[in-house]
T-cell receptor
């Protein structure tokens, strides 16, 4: 099966500009996640969707970050305006329950550099 | 608060066995995951434990003790390609995944 797709792979912007990332999860995966991973750290959950509803967005800086998942499939994450500290890899993941086991798969990520 | 602890770095020799420990304190528990992440790449799923005990998958095994809030990942017959970061993550209440900072494993020839 095809994996989680993300675009773009790399993005360089100046602070105060806006940027958007796109994610297409694995077909049939109802749960979609956006993570922020700063160099040398583990991924930090920004927002979690179940179909097109938000399950958890407690760590999403809502003054500048927004995310949506229309029709319960693709998702976009937007940052407006960007700050220097937003430089990180933004990972999208989707998960499925197989029998009694949960499996979560990550996309290749978008490496954002804010200058 | 929610906390996951794992060692920052480990070094081992090719062909050896290495055990990476993880301790956790989370609100609710719906399973513990291990991921491998090579530099510049996305994490890849290695294992999932929700019941106490050992899960074996080829050269990799993962152990869980829920009463102790403890897990380990065991890598046997180490290969150079196993040099990577290993992330421990807990699926907590509301199915939220909480990740540790990762253990950087360096395999030496």
């Amino acid at each position: 099966e095809a994996g989680v797709a993300q675009s773009p792979r790399y993005k360089i912007i100046e602070k105060r500009q806006s940027v958007a990332f796109w994610c297409n999860p694995i077909s049939g995966h109802a749960t979609l996640y956006w993570y922020q991973q700063i160099l040398g750290q583990g991924p930090k959950l920004l927002i979690q969707f179940q179909n097109n509803g938000v399950v958890d967005d407690s760590q999403l800086p809502k003054d500048r970050f927004s995310a949506e998942r229309l029709k319960g499939v693709d998702s976009t994450l937007k940052i407006q305006p960007a700050k220097l500290e937003d430089s990180a890899v933004y990972l999208c993941a989707s998960s499925v329950l197989r029998g009694l086991k949960y499996e979560q798969y990550f996309g290749p990520g978008t490496r954002l550099t804010v200058t | 608060g929610q906390n996951i602890d794992q060692p920052t770095e480990m070094t081992a020799t090719e062909g050896a066995i290495v055990q990476i420990n993880c301790t956790y304190q989370t609100s609710g528990f719906n399973g513990l995951f291990w991921y491998q992440q090579h530099a510049g790449e996305a994490p890849t799923f290695l294992s999932y434990n929700v019941l106490d005990g050992l899960e074996e998958k080829g050269r990799f095994s993962s152990f869980l003790s829920r009463s102790k809030g403890y897990s380990y990942l065991l890598l046997k017959e180490l290969q150079m390609k196993d040099s990577a970061s290993y992330l421990c993550a807990v699926r907590a209440r509301t199915y939220k995944y909480i990740f540790g900072t990762g253990t950087r494993l360096k395999v030496l020839a």
